[in-house]
């Protein structure tokens, strides 16, 4: 029988990137004047009319995020994906803490945005790497959205390259999510051909 987390943990990768662009949005909503083009991400979690509502959302999101990052882990295949699923996870640690290190405390906040950042860019690449001859789109895609991240810090569009970014890493949770799905699927029916 299977665990409740082996159940609902693949769910989670829905979950996560859902609730942080549910709690993100309604934060912009009540940010008079947000701009991703002159404001970051993290500007939302030290106004005072939209903190609660974005620092709430990352803590959740990355609870969440770190809950499917295990569940992907004992999924992905042994070597380079493990590995990619693995730092997701670590990546997620020092994201969730934004929530509670905001621009407030800007150099701790520059520090955990940086190792979330650079972790995450790494399992992408990590996970697309591993999964390049098993599901060659899959694999693909994750390294496609780390070739997008990549790039980012040195473009000079800074606060917009931030939104990019985050915008990769939630796709790349939503897709990894699907293909979970598809194995699971797979591995349901395969009794049917065995």
């Given at each position: 029988m299977?665990?409740l987390f082996?159940r609902y943990g693949r769910?989670?990768?829905?979950?996560?990137?859902?609730v942080?662009?549910?709690?993100?949005?309604?934060a912009?909503?009540?940010?008079l004047?947000?701009?991703?083009?002159?404001h970051y991400?993290s500007?939302?979690?030290?106004n005072?009319?939209?903190?609660i509502?974005f620092?709430?959302?990352?803590?959740?999101s990355?609870i969440t995020?770190?809950a499917?990052?295990l569940?992907?882990?004992k999924r992905?295949?042994?070597g380079?994906a493990?590995?990619?699923?693995?730092?997701m996870?670590a990546?997620?640690m020092?994201?969730?803490?934004?929530?509670?290190?905001t621009?407030?405390?800007?150099?701790?906040?520059?520090i955990?945005?940086?190792?979330f950042f650079?972790?995450?860019?790494a399992?992408?690449?990590?996970?697309?790497?591993g999964?390049r001859f098993?599901?060659?789109?899959?694999?693909g895609f994750?390294l496609l959205?780390?070739a997008l991240?990549?790039?980012?810090?040195?473009?000079?569009f800074?606060p917009?390259?931030?939104?990019?970014?985050?915008?990769?890493?939630l796709a790349?949770s939503l897709?990894?999510w699907a293909?979970?799905?598809?194995?699971n699927?797979?591995?349901?029916?395969?009794?049917?051909?065995?």
């Amino acid at each position: 029988m299977e665990s409740l987390f082996e159940r609902y943990g693949r769910h989670a990768g829905l979950v996560s990137p859902l609730v942080f662009l549910v709690f993100t949005l309604a934060a912009i909503s009540n940010f008079l004047g947000y701009d991703p083009s002159t404001h970051y991400i993290s500007d939302l979690g030290v106004n005072p009319h939209s903190a609660i509502l974005f620092n709430v959302g990352v803590l959740l999101s990355g609870i969440t995020g770190i809950a499917f990052s295990l569940h992907l882990w004992k999924r992905m295949p042994a070597g380079a994906a493990k590995s990619g699923a693995f730092l997701m996870g670590a990546a997620l640690m020092p994201f969730t803490l934004l929530s509670v290190f905001t621009e407030a405390a800007f150099a701790v906040h520059f520090i955990l945005a940086i190792m979330f950042f650079s972790l995450a860019l790494a399992s992408l690449i990590l996970v697309g790497a591993g999964l390049r001859f098993e599901d060659g789109r899959i694999g693909g895609f994750s390294l496609l959205m780390g070739a997008l991240i990549m790039p980012l810090p040195f473009s000079g569009f800074h606060p917009l390259a931030e939104h990019v970014a985050v915008a990769a890493i939630l796709a790349w949770s939503l897709i990894m999510w699907a293909y979970l799905g598809r194995q699971n699927e797979y591995m349901r029916y395969e009794w049917i051909w065995m």
